[in-house]
């Protein structure tokens, strides 16, 4: 079984509420994600960053549900390289956590072979929860941020290597003789792969936004995540590749370094923006936002994908994160 099939076999047998970001349980929003070093970050990143990755990853669920921070539960399971760093990477938990609002208040610890990080978080709905299911054919297709970033941090941060690059700060050291332009943008495709922001002040906006009416976060990437959207929206979508924002200066840099922008954008995941819908147009909807959001597309009858590049259009294939893939 790949992941989508692992998902839909678990909701047939446990419960139809499973399929969400999270789950809606007498005006409380659950959810929970399990890291795990080598599959989902390895020890080139620094244990500050894998501990405050793994709180935002769940507070992105909560922001995709239109949810308010509350509680969150962690458990770790610790080799003996990270029992000599527990205490900074608690300190960073505690940090994020004030951060964002949200009180841990419990969890477990064990021995592991490799780093295991279990986080659970609880939120609360203040006006409405957000559905991936409700999705209508004309509704405008939005993404609330640039797309590629992650994708292209994740090249550049060395995550696939074995060697600490001790911070995102060290490694664009490494690179002064190439200009500061350039080491922003490194430095910034970093920050985002590895110390991404949740969107939970757009969801809970969102929410209280009668004519927005589906919501999911891009986690697996904009193609995986939209045909999720539409899966549990039983709708298909027509995306126009020039309207997808592009992570800041991708296009000027990412060639240096071997980067294909278009699949980083696409199918790059991790990126932790709200992929959602609306009736609204793109300057009404960022005029009641107080800030820009971005239409893409739209939602079609028709249960495709769609992608309209140069004048053709071309099924989209969902071809983002899958931990099975």
């Given at each position: 079984?790949?992941?989508?099939?692992?998902?839909?076999?678990?909701?047939?047998?446990?419960?139809?509420?499973?399929?969400?970001?999270?789950?809606?349980?007498?005006?409380?929003?659950?959810?929970?994600?399990?890291?795990?070093?080598?599959?989902?970050?390895?020890?080139?990143?620094?244990?500050?960053?894998?501990?405050?990755?793994?709180?935002?990853?769940?507070?992105?669920?909560?922001?995709?549900?239109?949810?308010?921070?509350?509680?969150?539960?962690?458990?770790?399971?610790?080799?003996?390289?990270?029992?000599?760093?527990?205490?900074?990477?608690?300190?960073?938990?505690?940090?994020?956590?004030?951060?964002?609002?949200?009180?841990?208040?419990?969890?477990?610890?064990?021995?592991?072979?490799?780093?295991?990080?279990?986080?659970?978080?609880?939120?609360?709905?203040?006006?409405?929860?957000?559905?991936?299911?409700?999705?209508?054919?004309?509704?405008?297709?939005?993404?609330?941020?640039?797309?590629?970033?992650?994708?292209?941090?994740?090249?550049?941060?060395?995550?696939?290597?074995?060697?600490?690059?001790g911070g995102f700060e060290g490694l664009?050291?490494?690179?002064?003789?190439?200009?500061?332009?350039?080491?922003?943008?490194?430095?910034?495709?970093?920050?985002?792969?590895?110390?991404?922001?949740?969107?939970?002040?757009?969801?809970?906006?969102?929410?209280?936004?009668?004519?927005?009416?589906?919501?999911?976060?891009?986690?697996?990437?904009?193609?995986?995540?939209?045909?999720?959207?539409?899966?549990?929206?039983?709708?298909?979508?027509?995306?126009?590749?020039?309207?997808?924002?592009?992570?800041?200066?991708?296009?000027?840099?990412?060639?240096?370094?071997?980067?294909?922008?278009?699949?980083?954008?696409?199918?790059?995941?991790?990126?932790?923006?709200?992929?959602?819908?609306?009736?609204?147009?793109?300057?009404?909807?960022?005029?009641?936002?107080?800030?820009?959001?971005?239409?893409?597309?739209?939602?079609?009858?028709?249960?495709?994908?769609?992608?309209?590049?140069?004048?053709?259009?071309?099924?989209?294939?969902?071809?983002?994160?899958?931990?099975?893939?």
């Amino acid at each position: 079984m790949n992941e989508a099939q692992l998902v839909a076999r678990v909701r047939e047998l446990f419960s139809p509420r499973i399929g969400d970001d999270a789950a809606v349980i007498d005006n409380q929003v659950l959810t929970t994600d399990l890291l795990i070093e080598d599959v989902d970050f390895t020890r080139a990143i620094p244990i500050r960053f894998i501990a405050r990755k793994s709180l935002a990853v769940n507070l992105s669920d909560l922001a995709a549900m239109g949810a308010a921070p509350a509680y969150a539960l962690l458990s770790l399971g610790l080799p003996p390289w990270a029992l000599e760093q527990a205490d900074e990477m608690l300190v960073a938990y505690a940090e994020a956590a004030r951060e964002y609002g949200i009180e841990i208040v419990g969890g477990d610890f064990s021995r592991a072979e490799k780093l295991t990080i279990s986080v659970t978080a609880i939120g609360r709905i203040v006006t409405r929860a957000l559905l991936r299911s409700g999705g209508r054919p004309g509704d405008r297709v939005y993404v609330s941020r640039p797309l590629g970033g992650s994708a292209t941090g994740l090249l550049l941060s060395g995550a696939t290597g074995s060697q600490p690059v001790g911070g995102f700060e060290g490694l664009s050291a490494r690179r002064s003789s190439d200009g500061y332009a350039h080491r922003e943008f490194v430095e910034s495709a970093i920050r985002r792969h590895i110390d991404p922001e949740p969107e939970l002040a757009l969801g809970l906006a969102l929410a209280r936004i009668e004519e927005v009416t589906s919501c999911i976060d891009v986690s697996d990437g904009l193609s995986s995540d939209l045909h999720h959207l539409c899966d549990a929206s039983r709708c298909g979508a027509e995306i126009e590749k020039e309207r997808i924002p592009i992570f800041p200066d991708l296009l000027s840099y990412g060639a240096r370094f071997g980067i294909n922008v278009k699949d980083a954008v696409l199918h790059g995941g991790e990126e932790y923006a709200l992929l959602f819908t609306s009736s609204l147009r793109e300057s009404e909807l960022s005029t009641r936002l107080g800030r820009p959001v971005y239409a893409i597309g739209r939602m079609t009858k028709a249960r495709q994908v769609i992608l309209k590049e140069d004048g053709l259009a071309r099924p989209l294939e969902p071809r983002g994160w899958d931990h099975f893939g």
